[in-house]
């Protein structure tokens, strides 16, 4: 019993952790543009190459 | 820079289409001083710019220019499309939800059922419940309004039996859980509400994609005109902007933004956008024009009579408007099944009920085996095998080109047994096209080309597009100027040459240009419009899937006799838009008809057709009343998509029988008693992924 004290508070607050990081990355606009973020691997960054 | 506001703008921007037009346009835009930021979005083929608020919108469509794309403002017309994405992403959230909570129920429930029991097994019930609780009342709640909505109305959807089904489930769960009970169905009742999510939210992102697609397609968002102030200067007015009385200059090449009457100078305009005609008509002094024209030979100046809600155009919005109320009573395949499938299921539970308290087991005893009836029935399957079919196939239809607006156009589009063919712009192409260019002398050629690519006239683009596909350089010409209602002219060596309109009006209506030689006659070229490049295949492979067909134009019996000859179809000619309405009506008591069609004369015809398309080239309206849209000059993706759909709909019907298969095999078992929280839900996630792998072949349906 005092097992399952520790680890189910564990076991939730990493689900709600994980639900948290969906919402923050679904807010912060991360599934906005999933076929555009494919491509960008191939886009050179212009200042980066010449500063 | 200082620290002036920025201001965002929206453009959609359809031609990106690789990594190099995401670059190209993020680190080109921000070289103007104008423009901050620029981040391109390219699943929604759009830009997003902050900008200086004084950065007038010509000069940042000419940022987009000199980079060599074409961009449309998006404006208020996002206010539309925002609170559907806004469901979307609503419905995403009530996923994540429900996927933690089930998740975590589970969890606890996989130790109720490996043995836990007494207190450990209160304990686990008490902490499902708290968390299943909360889930149900956020994530329950599109089935609960929809549910509710419907049975306001006195009618039953999908939504119904599955609201009950949550609710007394849940209620006799927590009944369960307070008297130290074995069986709680917390686990089965979110894991449900998930499935379920998963298939409405992939209904609903379907949707948006398909719009995302049109509005970038829309075009009559930034038009407007160059308004005669009264101090003589022009100034670009947007159309909303345009006031009766206003006087338009209307260039060569130009759509009208309003309608009006000439005040001044002489042209042709094409109207087939707006009766299907395919011959430029002739108008002078005091002619009428209508918004939506295309002015081809010169400038003529415009006095706007009639503006927006006033227009030709708003006779035929208040027709459509009429038209799409028959759309709107159409039931989707999966209501259509709830109608019969829920009174069953309540039945089938209230029977289980009655029979195990009729011999004697007590009405606690039988309601737990009502609810496993209840549970167990639960169209889990049914909710996600039709919008995850449907999204499959949209899906590989935009890969090959068409744009499905919804599910429902989906299963329309399956059911059609005719079609009804607009020839202007749908069978045709809807442009000018140069005839015999290969006969053209090569020099000759590459002069005209020369020539051609200076000008943004129709004409001068569909000589540069024909002449270009011939493999044709251009000759070296200087000092090109371009003489307003006459064409283009140029030095060549030590000779003028001109290109133009033709002296005299030789051959009556047909379109042409000359290409003279120090003011001597070259060449004439004549311009026709042609049937797109598969039409001919095309109707005979709808022949082939049994779809009757036959055309609908505005056109005179003259011009749609060669075509209709070509094609082997009959047609109706001369049809204004009310006679196609009428005469999709009439096709429509016996036939579910699609109809095609491009042009706003259409409109109408589009919206009350069972089902209906246009080309990505049709008028604004034409594209807002259709359900799908193909894009490009083949008309073979027409017969793609209706085959796609077809499949779709053998799919779903598939999905369907396996759904009810498992109930046969499941339903007795839970009328038995056998239906513990494990065997319900292992059959629902069994029977779930089933359809789900089912409706993934379609992704290889399409060739």
């Given amino acids: 019993m005092n097992g399952l004290a520790l680890l189910i508070p564990i076991a939730l607050g990493l689900g709600l952790l994980g639900l948290a990081a969906f919402f923050w990355s679904l807010r912060r606009g991360q599934f906005d543009d999933l076929d555009g973020a494919a491509l960008r691997i191939f886009v050179e960054d212009e200042e980066e190459g010449t500063a | 820079m200082i620290a002036a506001a920025l201001i965002e703008r929206d453009f959609a921007v359809p031609d990106i289409?690789?990594?190099?037009?995401?670059?190209?346009?993020?680190?080109?835009?921000?070289?103007?001083?104008?423009?901050?930021?620029?981040?391109?979005?390219f699943t929604e083929k759009r830009v997003h710019l902050s900008c200086v608020p004084d950065a007038e919108m010509p000069d940042l469509i000419g940022a987009f220019t000199t980079?060599?794309?074409?961009?449309?403002?998006?404006?208020?017309?996002?206010?539309?499309?925002?609170?559907?994405?806004?469901?979307?992403?609503?419905?995403?959230?009530?996923?994540?939800?429900?996927?933690?909570?089930?998740?975590?129920?589970?969890?606890?429930?996989?130790?109720?059922?490996?043995?836990?029991?007494?207190?450990?097994?209160?304990l686990f019930h008490w902490l499902s419940a708290m968390i299943a609780l909360p889930t149900i009342a956020y994530a329950g709640r599109p089935f609960f309004r929809s549910a509710w909505r419907a049975l306001r109305h006195r009618q039953t959807n999908m939504d119904v039996p599955i609201s009950i089904g949550v609710l007394i489930t849940t209620g006799l769960s927590l009944f369960e859980t307070a008297t130290s009970g074995p069986h709680a169905y917390f686990d089965g009742v979110v894991m449900l509400l998930f499935f379920l999510l998963c298939g409405r939210w992939l209904d609903s992102v379907m949707r948006d994609r398909a719009r995302g697609g049109v509005t970038a397609l829309l075009r009559n968002m930034g038009t407007g005109a160059m308004v005669l102030g009264d101090d003589g200067k022009s100034r670009w007015t947007d159309a909303t902007g345009l006031e009766p009385g206003m006087v338009m200059l209307v260039a060569a090449g130009e759509r009208l933004a309003a309608d009006g009457a000439v005040l001044r100078g002489a042209s042709r305009l094409d109207l087939s956008l707006l009766t299907g005609e395919s011959a430029p008509q002739l108008v002078r002094v005091d002619d009428r024009v209508h918004a939506g024209t295309l002015n081809l030979d010169a400038p003529i100046e415009v006095r706007v009579s009639a503006v927006g809600g006033d227009t030709a155009l708003a006779d035929i919005a208040r027709l459509m408007g009429e038209a799409a109320q028959g759309r709107s009573r159409y039931v989707r395949i999966a209501d259509r099944a709830a109608r019969l499938y829920a009174p069953a299921v309540h039945a089938l539970a209230l029977i289980a009920f009655i029979g195990?308290?009729?011999?004697?087991?007590?009405?606690?005893?039988?309601?737990?085996?009502?609810?496993?009836?209840?549970?167990?029935?639960?169209?889990?399957?049914?909710?996600?095998?039709?919008?995850?079919a449907q999204i499959v196939a949209a899906g590989a239809l935009m890969r090959v080109g068409v744009l499905i607006k919804d599910g429902s156009a989906l299963e329309r589009l399956a059911e059609v047994d005719r079609a009804m063919i607009d020839k202007t712009g749908t069978l045709t192409l809807g442009r000018p096209e140069a005839r015999d260019l290969e006969r053209l002398d090569p020099q000759l050629q590459s002069l005209v080309l020369a020539l051609a690519q200076s000008s943004r006239h129709p004409l001068s683009e569909a000589l540069t597009r024909g002449l270009q596909a011939l493999d044709v350089a251009r000759a070296d010409?200087?000092?090109?100027?371009?003489?307003?209602?006459?064409?283009?002219?140029?030095?060549?060596?030590?000779?003028?040459?001109?290109?133009?309109r033709p002296g005299d009006p030789v051959e009556g209506d047909a379109l042409a240009t000359q290409l003279s030689i120090d003011g001597a006659l070259a060449a004439t070229i004549h311009f026709a419009d042609h049937l797109r490049p598969d039409a001919r295949a095309a109707i005979d492979a709808l022949r082939a899937e049994g779809v009757d067909v036959s055309i609908l134009s505005g056109d005179r019996a003259a011009a749609v006799a060669p075509v209709a000859r070509e094609l082997a179809m009959t047609a109706q000619t001369g049809m204004s838009p009310q006679d196609k309405l009428a005469a999709l009506a009439r096709q429509s008591a016996t036939h579910k008809v699609l109809m095609i069609g491009d042009g706003l004369n259409d409109g109408p015809a589009l919206a009350a057709g069972h089902a209906s398309m246009a080309p990505g080239s049709a008028s604004d309206v034409g594209k807002n009343a259709a359900d799908c849209i193909f894009l490009g000059d083949r008309l073979m993706p027409v017969v793609a998509a209706l085959r796609m759909a077809?499949?779709?709909?053998?799919?779903?019907?598939?999905?369907?029988?396996?759904?009810?298969?498992?109930?046969?095999?499941?339903v007795p078992l839970a009328f038995l008693g056998y239906v513990t929280p494990l065997v319900a839900a292992l059959a629902m996630s069994g029977s779930s992924l089933i359809v789900v792998g089912n409706a993934m072949r379609l992704k290889r349906a399409i060739r």
């Fill in chain 2, 17 to 41: 289409r690789c990594a190099g037009c995401i670059a190209k346009l993020e680190q080109g835009l921000v070289r103007d001083r104008r423009i901050a930021a620029a981040r391109v979005n």
């Fill in chain 2, 67 to 122: 980079l060599g794309f074409e961009a449309h403002p998006i404006g208020d017309a996002l206010g539309d499309a925002d609170p559907a994405e806004g469901g979307s992403r609503e419905l995403l959230r009530a996923v994540a939800v429900s996927g933690f909570a089930m998740m975590n129920i589970m969890l606890l429930s996989v130790s109720v059922w490996s043995g836990a029991s007494g207190a450990t097994r209160d």
């Fill in chain 2, 356 to 388: 195990w308290m009729m011999v004697g087991a007590g009405w606690h005893h039988s309601l737990l085996i009502a609810v496993a009836v209840l549970i167990i029935t639960c169209p889990c399957a049914l909710g996600l095998a039709v919008p995850a």
């Fill in chain 2, 477 to 500: 010409v200087q000092s090109i100027r371009e003489i307003p209602g006459f064409g283009v002219e140029a030095e060549w060596g030590d000779h003028i040459v001109t290109l133009g």
């Fill in chain 2, 646 to 666: 077809r499949r779709t709909q053998s799919i779903v019907r598939q999905n369907f029988a396996l759904a009810i298969g498992y109930n046969v095999i499941a």
